[in-house]
């Protein structure tokens, strides 16, 4: 599975941002999904993560409220829509595929993909 993110940019604190992840192959329906981020002098941080189906979806704490994760098994896509953006949510986030579940994602100890990542800035 390759995967591609897209959409980050520059957006004022407050704001809202779609990041897309695209992915190549015929497996990606059954596939976890999910996102990272990592700030700079930062280790990498979990941010949410949506089961194949996309019926089971699991948040960081720091996004809980804010960032919704979905996902399009039909264009081999998933999303994160981030609202009330916050200065530190500044960072270059990365999609991640794997065949655990969400929660098991979110420790990051057998990701089986990593796809290249999206800057995204939030200004203050």
């Known amino acids: 599975v390759q995967l591609q993110a897209s959409g980050g940019g520059l957006v004022q604190a407050g704001g809202s941002l779609r990041l897309s992840c695209a992915a190549s192959?015929?497996?990606?329906?059954?596939?976890?999904m999910g996102w990272f981020r990592q700030a700079p002098e930062k280790e990498r941080e979990f941010v949410a993560a949506?089961?194949?189906?996309?019926?089971?979806?699991y948040y960081g704490d720091s996004v809980k409220g804010r960032f919704t994760i979905s996902r399009a098994n039909a264009k081999n896509t998933v999303y994160l829509q981030m609202s009330s953006l916050k200065s530190e949510d500044t960072a270059v986030y990365y999609c991640?595929?794997?065949?655990?579940?969400?929660?098991?994602?979110?420790?990051?100890?057998?990701?089986?993909?990593w796809g290249k990542g999206t800057q995204v800035t939030v200004s203050s």
């Open positions: 949506i089961s194949w189906g996309g019926g089971s979806t």
């Open positions: 991640a595929a794997d065949r655990g579940t969400p929660e098991t994602m979110a420790t990051m100890r057998d990701v089986d993909y």
């Open positions: 192959g015929r497996s990606f329906s059954s596939y976890v």
